[in-house]
């Protein structure tokens, strides 16, 4: 099974695993949660599901709106039931790095919100500590932001400022630019350098998405799909 099957495959079983009629879901964003909003819409569109919707990301929403979905401000919702989205890695503990779709924000602000956060991914994002393949993205303000560098490069990483397809920086839903910080090593104290780096003047939040899944489903070349969690 290719790359991209996998993904379509984790995402289907998530989708048809979880989400019940009458629900507020939260859509991710990123190659993986793509193919999960399309499995919504195909729920809604022709399976008749009643469901509402707040999205991680502009892109996301863009793409639910396109299926026909109904998209609300998070600010006008009690609660969400389900959340369903990607990440760039997991470690055995199930904590993450999430961020280089560039939502990260969003996406922490409705997993917080969410009753569940549904974690899908294929086996390539296992890591057996976090830092070890992917960077971390920091979202830090425009003002400053080669400061806020200096700051997070004290932590111990190369933090690489990211660009866009045009060349210059790129910017997130929020306005911001983001960091990406490559630690050597990997990251040995994830929920320490949480706390370093968001008390850094500039920096918005980080990419360490520590104790918010309450399941990741990983699927596997081979067509099987494990589960870790509830």
Known sequence: ???????????????????????????????????????????VNDNGYDLRFVATSVRSEEQARGLGLEVLDVNDVERVDLTIDGA??????????????????????IAAASVAEVIIV???????????KAPLPVEVLRFGHRKTK????????????????????????????????????????????????NVIPGTVDNGLFLNTASTVLVSHPDGTIDKMGA
């Open 150 to 197: 200096y700051a997070l490069e004290l932590q111990g990483c190369t933090a690489v400022l990211r660009l866009g397809e045009d060349g210059d920086p790129f910017v997130t839903d929020n306005g911001n630019y983001i960091y990406d910080c490559r630690f050597p090593q990997g990251i040995d104290s994830p929920f320490f350098l949480e706390t370093r780096i």
């Open 88 to 109: 760039d890695e997991v470690d055995p503990s199930m904590q993450l790095i999430k961020g280089l779709g560039g939502a990260l924000i969003r996406e922490k602000i």
């Open 1 to 43: 099974m290719a790359n991209e099957e996998m993904k379509k495959a984790v995402a289907v079983k998530a989708v048809d695993e979880y989400v019940k009629d009458g629900m507020t879901v939260g859509l991710g964003t990123g190659s993986t949660a793509y193919h999960a909003i399309n499995r919504i819409g195909e729920l």
């Open 122 to 132: 294929d086996e390539t994002k296992l890591v057996d500590k976090l830092g070890t």
